[in-house]
T-cell receptor, first 114, second 112 residues
Framework: EAQVTQNPRYLITVTGKKLTVTCSQNMNHEYMSWYRQDPGLGLRQIYY???????DKGDVPEGYKVSRKEKRNFPLILESPSPNQTSLYFC?????????????FGPGTRLTVL | AQSVTQPDIHITVSEGASLELRCNYS??????LFWYVQSPGQGLQLLLK??????LVQGIKGFEAEFKRSQSSFNLRKPSVHWSDAAEYFC??????????FGAGTRLTVKP
């Protein structure tokens, strides 16, 4: 089954404790992206990647890191999480390296930073 | 910078009634336009998209949207709403620069 998976689905952590949210897709997609969803703000793009070793900032990259060492994986790293990073996070992928293509979304990761 | 506005935060319609969700964008050229739906506890699913050509676009689940350049709008419509359509709907814009802008979303409640 074609899908985007994220782990963990739920995470509660404390300020300053490094964490990684994994994202994996099995569709051989070139383009991958991370979003955060906050009430009243919709989805805001954090980082995106057009291919292996190619990443770029979205609208709200501060406090986040990403890497793209393999085509299928695009982990989101919070080196020192803070309470304002409490949010619902979505990973997405699309096939042609352009956001104009249909994006397939993962189920989301709900992160709480205390 | 491009932006997307969904003026209605929450809409309630009766089952069987028609639906229109509004979306306006701010951008100099014609961007790529999308509508996504998010059911409770789920990720987003694409309903339809507009790139060029016919300004009336058909999507899945009986939805359609019309692009109106003069009004910078891309409103989503459905002639008869079903209870299963209750969800949050997001309009999104991309100007082919690989970054996407989403509206704040419209939550749809369907009354029996």
């Amino acid at each position: 089954e074609a899908q985007v998976t994220q782990n963990p689905r739920y995470l509660i952590t404390v300020t300053g404790k490094k964490l990684t949210v994994t994202c994996s897709q099995n569709m051989n997609h070139e383009y991958m992206s991370w979003y955060r969803q906050d009430p009243g703000l919709g989805l805001r793009q954090i980082y995106y990647s057009m291919n292996v070793e190619v990443t770029d900032k979205g609208d709200v990259p501060e406090g986040y890191k990403v890497s793209r060492k393999e085509k299928r994986n695009f982990p989101l790293i919070l080196e020192s999480p803070s309470p304002n990073q409490t949010s619902l996070y979505f990973c997405a992928s699309s096939s042609f390296g352009l956001a104009a293509d249909t994006q397939y979304f993962g189920p989301g990761t709900r992160l709480t930073v205390l | 910078a491009q932006s997307v506005t969904q003026p209605d935060i929450h809409i309630t319609v009766s089952e069987g009634a028609s639906l229109e969700l509004r979306c306006n964008y701010s951008y100099g050229a014609t961007p790529y336009l999308f509508w996504y739906v998010q059911s409770p506890g789920q990720g987003l699913q694409l309903l339809l998209k507009y790139f060029s050509g016919d300004t009336l676009v058909q999507g899945i689940k009986g939805f359609e949207a019309e692009f109106k350049r003069s009004q910078s709008s891309f409103n989503l419509r459905k002639p008869s709403v079903h209870w299963s359509d209750a969800a949050e709907y997001f309009c999104a814009v991309n100007d082919n620069n690989n970054d996407m802008r989403f509206g704040a979303g419209t939550r749809l409640t369907v009354k029996p």
